[in-house]
């Protein structure tokens, strides 16, 4: 009887082969994936940014950008003057937030209103709803282009709510944030519907 040929020592060296290529496979991914992976890091996109260039008009008729408000921290709410309870609510809170403030405190601080309805909110309707809050606190409001221009450098949302499109006594739906802007105009913080004043007062003491 014949016996058949023995194998195995061949078999042991298919595997030791492969396994060879393997490892040189990983060694190669391993090499390239240092190469690379520091490079996708640099031109990962970053996170959105908030705020931007602005160009807008005060409740006294005078246009104002953003860059005049520089040296200062803002502090920056979006609403509109016909707003039935979230704006005046934010904007109490916002109140008693700025006299939580020294006099020296206050005067390193803007509060901005920016109308997101620009429609009816014009510069005298803008004059008297701040005068109603804070005697610091500005509004702000211009031509659709430029309030939309402002709406989107913020990612603030607002829309004429549904159904309502032709009726003079509509309702914007719309996010209630007050953002804290630095004093180079760069996003700090932000504070939603439910800080207290204390809370606003602590977060712009933090960075004065």
């Known amino acids: 009887m014949k016996r058949m040929p023995h194998k195995i020592p ?9 396994a060879a290529v393997l490892g040189g496979i990983v060694a190669a991914l391993v090499l390239i994936a240092i190469a690379v992976l520091p490079r996708l890091g640099q031109i990962a996109p970053s996170e959105p940014t908030i705020g931007g260039p602005f160009t807008l008009v005060d409740q006294t008729g005078k246009t104002v950008t953003d860059a005049d408000y520089r040296g200062k ?3 920056i709410y979006f609403g509109y003057t016909f707003c039935p309870d979230v704006c005046p609510t934010s904007l109490g809170v916002l109140s008693k937030a700025l006299d939580m403030l020294t006099p020296e405190e206050l005067a390193q601080v803007v509060p901005i209103f920016i109308t997101v309805d620009p429609a009816r909110d014009t ?13 610091a606190l500005q509004g702000l409001t211009g031509s659709p282009e430029q309030v939309q221009t402002a709406i989107k450098a913020y990612r603030v949302y607002a829309k004429r ?3 309502e499109a032709d009726t003079p006594n509509y309702t914007m739906d719309h996010s209630s944030i007050l953002y804290l802007m630095g004093k180079d105009g760069k996003f700090l913080a932000h504070f939603g519907h439910t800080a207290t004043a204390a809370d606003i007062a602590g977060g712009v003491k933090k960075h004065l």
Not at 10 to 18: D, E, I, M, Y
Not at 123 to 135: G, K, L, T
């Open 73 to 75: 921290l803002m502090l």
């Open 10 to 18: 061949a078999l042991k060296t298919t595997r030791k082969t492969v």
């Open 161 to 163: 709510s549904d159904g």
């Open 123 to 135: 510069v005298d309707q803008m004059a008297q709803y701040v005068a109603a809050f804070h005697p």
